[in-house]
């Protein structure tokens, strides 16, 4: 299975800020990487698909690049609603795979 | 909007077994393939199932085949997953979620709605 490893495992940042979460792959996944945010006692939300292509409803704030291996989300202007965990996803090998997550805190 | 609502879970005796149902409601079902993703608590997301549109080609995360089964039932709108031989490691809340196209494939793979979550716990 492809590894997903997202860094950092925690950041904490004030209103405002932008920030950037990295996700690398242990082998190429092409394009093929989704951004989830998730708040806690709730399902995860899709926010991003195909590594930069945002979800509708989804706050322009958010934006997505990278390609084969490395990957970043990035929140521009920080917001109190935006304090989750956000996943990425690869999804160009089976099993599909998931980062262990990066938990983002308002300061 | 679309909604999908999971259920059946609950507390089960290790070696036990459980059947979970995720009904769909607002869209197609029966054009969509479907998945099963867990969380165990505190941890991450792991995808273990998935099912296309028509029932035809299911897929498992390795570690589970054999004891999860990934069914569909589209007259009912309806996802299943029999979980058979539980363990203590399989407490976790199970997610359905929706993908994206017809099939499990790339690049179809992605989960672009998600229920709300059925929590299963395995202990004596």
């Known amino acids: 299975d492809i590894q997903m490893t997202q860094s950092p495992p925690t950041l904490s940042a004030s209103v405002g800020q932008r920030v950037t979460i990295t996700c690398r792959a242990s082998?190429?996944?092409?394009?093929?990487l989704a951004w989830y945010q998730q708040k806690p006692g709730k399902a995860p939300r899709l926010l991003i698909y195909?590594?930069?292509t945002l979800n509708g409803g989804v706050p322009s704030r958010f934006s997505g690049s990278g390609s084969a291996t490395e990957f970043t989300l990035t929140i521009n202007s920080l917001q109190p609603e935006d304090s989750a965990i956000y996943y990425c996803?690869?999804?160009?090998?089976?099993?599909?795979?998931f980062g262990q997550g990066t938990k983002v805190e308002i300061k | 909007e679309v909604h999908l609502l999971e259920s059946g879970g609950g507390l089960v005796q290790p070696g036990g077994s459980l059947r979970l149902s995720c009904a769909a409601s607002?869209?197609?079902?029966?054009?969509?393939?479907m998945n099963w993703v867990r969380q165990a608590p505190g941890k991450g997301l792991e995808w273990i199932a998935g099912?296309?549109?028509?029932?035809?080609?299911?897929f498992y995360t390795d570690a589970l085949r054999g004891r999860f089964t990934i069914s569909r039932e589209n007259s009912r709108d309806t996802l299943y997953l029999q979980m058979n031989d539980l363990r203590a490691e399989d407490t976790a809340t199970y997610f359905c979620?929706?993908?994206?196209?017809?099939?499990?494939?790339?690049?179809?793979?992605?989960?672009?709605?998600w229920g709300q979550g059925a929590l299963v716990t395995v202990s004596s």
């Open positions: 979620a929706k993908g994206v196209g017809q099939t499990v494939v790339t690049p179809n793979n992605y989960f672009d709605m």
């Open positions: 607002d869209f197609n079902f029966d054009t969509y393939a």
């Open positions: 099912i296309s549109d028509n029932g035809a080609d299911t």
């Open positions: 082998q190429t996944v092409g394009g093929w």
């Open positions: 195909d590594a930069s």
């Open positions: 996803q690869q999804y160009n090998s089976y099993a599909w795979t």
